[in-house]
């Protein structure tokens, strides 16, 4: 059974702080991927990661970094957490399977409201 | 640029009747997968498509990818309350790049 965890389901931080979030995949997939989404906005890319130590920047990159140094986790770092980078933060990857070619799967979410 | 439209946006309808949701793109697609997603937690995937005019069931669930890779459709039969909930699509390109998602279709079912 495939699965993709994020460390926290929902976190509370201050305006300044530095916002650690934690993403570990068990399917041994290449890709993984950072998502913000935010109502009437659907999903928007932030980062992506097709390799250990490899990243690449989404639409939407600014303040935020990555990083990967295992082929199973991949963290997202807002630098300096401001009030609209409140959102719900979805982690994925994504892997190749006969027969269905590269299926992507999401983890939970982690809801970060910051004040 | 590489779109895919979703329709309808939204899309409330009583128990028992039947729905078709739309995803359509210019441009060809290797595959195809359908999610829902409900209030709070992260999309779950239903079912992914490769070839062209496949179909594919999950119970009430019919998926099917057009001819040409640059379309597919939802069709849900006889819809229950438990069917609620956000349905995205998403086209794959090619390897080590991102999915391109729809808006999502917002489902919801009135016992």
């Known amino acids: 059974d495939v699965k993709v965890t994020q460390s926290s389901r929902y976190l509370v931080k201050r305006t300044g702080e530095k916002v650690f979030l934690e993403c570990v995949q068990d399917?041994?997939?290449?890709?993984m991927f950072w998502y913000r989404q935010d109502p009437g906005l659907g999903l928007r890319l932030i980062y992506f990661?097709?390799?250990?130590?490899?990243?690449e920047k989404g639409d939407i990159p600014e303040g935020y970094s990555v990083s990967r140094e295992k082929k199973e986790r991949f963290s997202l770092i807002l630098e300096s957490a401001s009030t609209n980078q409140t959102s719900m933060y979805l982690c994925?990857?994504?892997?190749?399977?006969?027969?269905?070619?590269?299926?992507?799967?999401f983890g939970p979410g982690t809801r970060l409201l910051v004040l | 640029t590489q779109l895919l439209e979703q329709s309808p946006q939204f899309l409330s309808i009583q128990e028992g009747e039947n729905l078709t949701v739309y995803c359509n793109s210019s441009s060809v697609f290797s595959s195809l997968q359908w999610y829902r997603q409900e209030p709070g937690e992260g999309p779950v995937l239903l079912v992914t498509?490769?070839?062209?005019?496949e179909v594919k069931k999950l119970k009430r669930l019919t998926f099917q990818f057009g001819d040409a890779r640059k379309d597919s459709s939802l069709h849900i039969t006889a819809a229950q309350p438990g069917d609620t909930g956000l349905y995205l699509c998403?086209?794959?390109?090619?390897?080590?790049?991102?999915?391109?998602f729809g808006k999502g279709t917002r489902l919801s079912v009135i016992a």
């Open positions: 498509v490769v070839t062209g005019g």
């Open positions: 990661s097709y390799d250990v130590k490899m990243k």
């Open positions: 994925a990857s994504r892997g190749w399977a006969s027969g269905t070619g590269e299926t992507q799967y």
């Open positions: 998403a086209g794959g390109v090619r390897r080590n790049t991102p999915l391109v």
């Open positions: 399917m041994d997939h290449e890709n």
